[in-house]
């Protein structure tokens, strides 16, 4: 497909590997042609300029040619006015969770522009050191709705009544929310549905009812594929843990309790 | 044109070495076959002799013939100083810059979620293992500066710090002899944000 070119669109990397000695496949996030496959001819190595732009999280513009498995980049600069570091470090496994989603659930070659804007927005809330839970259930609650994956805050799925706060429901995945007991198994607080829909996310209960809902509705999402970037942060979570322990027991005097890495952690 | 099965077989195998596609692949087969036949001989007993003999250091995960490296049995390196670098290509740079007494740790990658590559798969148990032994003092992270680089490095500060040693990352930014115009902004970046004060 030779003569197709797009200049400078808005892009980010969600995910790379290396090519040959000094190439790079990237698979990137464009916000007028959704996702696609970028191969980056010469990017690493010590003479290259763009391989410190080249990095995820960083908000970039492209330009490329060509189109499927063939697109080449031809060139690539910082947004401008955008931020030129990645992530906090601290929030890197967060950042990677959000390019997970998007590589198992937006399709390649199918423009996205809100869900686009939806990550940007996303990224900043992260650089901004929010509070990483919130910040994550967001993200999750708006792609569901915007991929069309009906996920429908705030109305029974029979009869389409209005939630309400007093009232318990349960979630089914390709229904919606059903009235139930406030003593039944597993079922949501109303209030807490309600807090979700209306982006209310500071109360533990409220953030607990929504990491389950949301947990529940990406599973049927995926169909059954695993997130490795869980797996990976609940490692990463269990060895913060030992380390804290350790230094209990070694040094009690040592350090002030090491405060847990849950806000590191996806879900 | 089709190979002969033994000669498909080598351009195969040869294609496992990095940046070598079909058409290196069979140039070095055939030179190999051809004018290179003592070497190829030579190349084949030294592949097999190290696949047989080489193994990692038990202490620091570096490439070794014995069961610790020449670095980690040195009585004249100090043990409190650790060094953690994600390949041993990195251990090797380091000891030809002569500067470092210290020792070191070989993750044999780097922090990658998107692979499922995490703690287990770079080794960190056995690193939480040498930093509870009591000798180390001070960690130094010297991963890459990639994203991928310092998220290994921000973890591995936070497992340090929590058993209150000193963990501390190398400095990154303009290279020695550069123009500052000629440098991306990302670099740029980085520098500024790890300035040092002068005249202390
Ligand atoms: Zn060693």
């Keep these: ?267 | 044109m089709k190979h002969a099965p033994s000669v498909a077989r080598l351009i195969d195998a040869l294609r496992t070495l990095p940046g070598v596609g079909p058409k290196t692949a069979q140039r070095m087969a055939f030179h190999l076959l051809q004018d290179g036949r003592e070497g190829a001989r030579r190349l084949a007993e030294g592949i097999d002799h190290a696949l047989t003999n080489v193994g990692r250091c038990r202490c620091c995960r570096m490439f070794t013939e014995a069961e610790l490296c020449a670095v980690c049995e040195s009585p004249q390196r100090d043990a409190s100083l650790l060094c953690v670098v994600e390949s041993p290509a990195d251990v090797v740079a380091i000891e030809q810059s002569g500067g470092y007494r210290g020792r070191y740790f070989v993750l044999m990658g780097h922090l990658s979620p998107l692979d499922g590559i995490g703690p287990e798969q770079l080794g960190v148990g056995e690193l939480e293992a040498l930093l509870s032994e009591g000798l180390v003092q001070e960690v130094i992270l010297a991963t890459n500066p990639t994203v991928e680089g310092e998220a290994t490095a921000h973890f591995l500060s936070e497992l340090t710090r929590a058993r209150g040693l000193r963990a501390t990352r190398i400095a990154h930014g303009v290279p020695i002899g550069g123009e500052l115009e000629y440098i991306d902004g990302g670099t740029l970046a980085h520098a500024l944000a790890g300035r040092l004060s002068l005249g202390q």
């Design chain 1, 1 to 267: 497909m030779r003569g197709r070119r797009v200049e400078l669109d808005a892009v980010f990397v969600l995910h790379h590997r290396p090519w040959r000695d000094t190439s790079r496949m990237l698979d990137v996030f464009t916000r007028e042609h959704g996702r696609l496959m970028l191969f980056a001819r010469g990017v690493r190595g010590p003479r290259s300029r763009s391989a410190s732009l080249l990095q995820p999280f960083v908000p970039l513009l492209a330009s490329w040619t060509g189109s499927g498995e063939t697109a080449q980049l031809t060139q690539v600069e910082a947004a401008p006015g955008g931020p030129v570091a990645s992530l906090p470090a601290g929030a890197l496994l967060s950042g990677w969770y959000l390019n997970e989603l998007l590589l198992k659930l937006v399709l390649r070659a199918d423009p996205q522009p809100a869900v686009f804007d939806l990550y940007a927005r996303t990224l900043d809330r992260l650089r901004d050191r929010q509070a990483v839970p919130a910040v994550l259930r967001g993200f999750e609650r708006d792609l569901l709705v915007l991929l069309g994956f009906g996920l429908e805050l705030g109305r029974e799925a029979q009869g389409g009544a209005p939630l309400q706060a007093d009232r318990y429901y349960h979630f089914h995945p390709s229904l919606g929310f059903v009235a139930t007991g406030d003593d039944a198994e597993a079922a949501y607080a109303g209030r807490s549905l309600l807090a979700l829909a209306d982006d209310d996310l500071q109360e533990d209960a409220v953030l607990e009812d929504a990491r389950r809902l949301m947990r529940t509705a990406l599973d049927d999402a995926l169909e059954g594929r695993e997130l490795r970037t869980r797996g990976v942060a609940r490692a990463v979570t269990r060895s913060a843990a030992r380390a804290a322990a350790s230094s209990v027991s070694a040094s009690p005097a040592a350090l002030p309790a090491v405060k847990p890495p849950s806000e590191e952690t996806p879900s």
